[in-house]
């Protein structure tokens, strides 16, 4: 199994011009508010508390956090902060009286556009095209960033 810093190097070496940081800085988030939104709508049928039912999205982010923990804790706190932020916005997005999951799909279609608009500028495959997992990767990778920025550890 690659380390967390095998994994950032190889998905960094397709994301070096800064546009196309620029681009994944923006549109990596939204992609992953976007799914978590789209699976926020599937409901398992059991309250956790009164209006906010178990989902989808909430089981798949416990396996999702759980792959980031296998490579690194501390990213794997950082991810899940994210996660729960992205859970609420799913929630007030709901309780709005918005579609979430139209308001989803069209920034995960948007943000796909800019994604591949991006490694367009870069001049490279996106890193999903080798393997599925750096799909994950991606999020960890700017994570990393953050971390960096913060001087803490991952």
Not at 109 to 124: D, L, T, Y
């Amino acid at each position: 199994m690659k380390s967390i810093s095998q994994w950032l190097s190889e998905y960094g070496e397709s994301h070096q011009n800064p546009t196309n940081k620029l681009i994944h800085w923006v549109c990596v988030p939204t992609i992953f508010f976007s799914i978590v939104g789209l699976f926020y709508g599937i409901k398992l049928g059991v309250d956790l508390v009164p209006g906010i039912q178990l989902n989808v999205a909430m089981v798949l982010l416990v396996l999702t956090i759980v792959y980031y923990a296998r490579l690194s804790p501390s990213l794997a706190i950082g991810m899940l902060l994210f996660s729960i932020i992205c859970l609420a916005l799913a929630q007030a997005i709901e309780s709005s009286g918005l579609v979430l999951w139209q308001v989803c799909l069209a920034l995960f279609v948007v943000a796909w556009i800019g994604q591949f608009w991006g490694h367009k500028i870069e001049g490279k495959k996106p890193s999903f095209f080798k393997d599925l997992q750096f799909l994950l990767i991606g999020p960890a990778w700017l994570m990393s960033f953050i971390y960096q920025r913060f001087g803490l550890r991952y």
